[in-house]
């Protein structure tokens, strides 16, 4: 089993970039490149509402904990859950200052509603496999909060969803040891990207020229 140094570490929520491109993910995380959208804003302003640091809360049966701060030796991965909920349970694991036994379960928040792809179900598995390798305990399920829709979804943690976190990983680490930004082709998802005229400049220049002569004709 590989264990991997902390200094080696890539960041979890790098997964969901990785997983929509992975030019994205190697532009942001090797290349250090970014610019906002729209899409990213709200993200951001959505996580800051979300997250506050290290706050716990006590509701009945449940300890409700925020802005947690995770890591995994085995994957190589640290980050933050949005939200984590400490569930009473007999088969659970004790956690300091708090009676009895707790089984925790990560509430991610996400913009928009839920995705036709992966990526959300591949971070939130990611920040499972943490939790499980920190507390030492066996986690079936988590939640993903739609800001769009205004629920929750109940996501079962499946041994398919591990398997395709442990291959991106491996994937993700080869790559940015090698310090290597791949080529893709392009598509629809393009147009959503934030980083869309740094990918595509030449592109994206012609389309805003094009755009700009269009609009001028329709004056």
């Given at each position: 089993?590989t ?9 979890l929520?790098g997964i969901?970039?990785f997983n929509?491109?992975r030019?994205?993910w190697?532009l942001?995380h090797?290349e250090?490149?970014w610019e906002?959208?729209v899409r ?13 640091p290290m706050?716990r809360?006590?509701r009945g049966?449940k300890l ?7 890591h995994s030796q085995e994957?190589?991965?640290t980050?933050?859950c949005?939200v984590?909920e400490f569930i009473q ?5 004790s956690l300091?200052?708090?009676?009895g ?9 996400k ?5 036709k792809d992966?990526?959300d179900?591949?971070q939130?598995?990611?920040q499972?496999m943490?939790l ?5 305990c066996?986690?079936?399920?988590g939640y ?8 929750r ?6 041994l398919?969803s591990r398997?395709?976190?442990?291959k991106s ?6 790559m940015?040891?090698r310090?290597?930004?791949?080529k ?9 990207c934030?980083?869309?005229?740094i990918c ?6 012609k389309?805003s020229?094009l755009?700009?002569?269009e609009?001028r004709l329709?004056?």
């Amino acid at each position: 089993m590989t264990v991997y140094k902390e200094e080696d570490y890539l960041l979890l929520s790098g997964i969901q970039h990785f997983n929509f491109c992975r030019r994205q993910w190697a532009l942001i995380h090797i290349e250090q490149q970014w610019e906002e959208n729209v899409r990213t804003v709200e993200g951001n302003h959505l996580h800051k509402r979300v997250n506050q640091p290290m706050i716990r809360e006590k509701r009945g049966n449940k300890l409700v904990v925020r802005a947690l701060p995770i890591h995994s030796q085995e994957l190589g991965i640290t980050g933050i859950c949005d939200v984590v909920e400490f569930i009473q349970d007999p088969i659970g694991v004790s956690l300091a200052g708090e009676e009895g036994f707790y089984l925790p379960f990560p509430v991610e928040y996400k913009r928009g509603k839920p995705k036709k792809d992966d990526s959300d179900i591949s971070q939130l598995t990611a920040q499972v496999m943490c939790l499980e390798e920190m507390l030492v305990c066996d986690i079936e399920k988590g939640y993903i909060f739609y800001d769009a829709i205004k629920h929750r979804v109940e996501v079962p943690i499946t041994l398919d969803s591990r398997e395709k976190v442990k291959k991106s990983l491996v994937e993700m680490h080869q790559m940015f040891q090698r310090n290597y930004t791949p080529k893709v082709k392009t598509g629809p998802h393009c147009q959503s990207c934030s980083l869309q005229h740094i990918c595509l400049p030449e592109i994206m220049n012609k389309k805003s020229v094009l755009t700009y002569i269009e609009g001028r004709l329709r004056e």
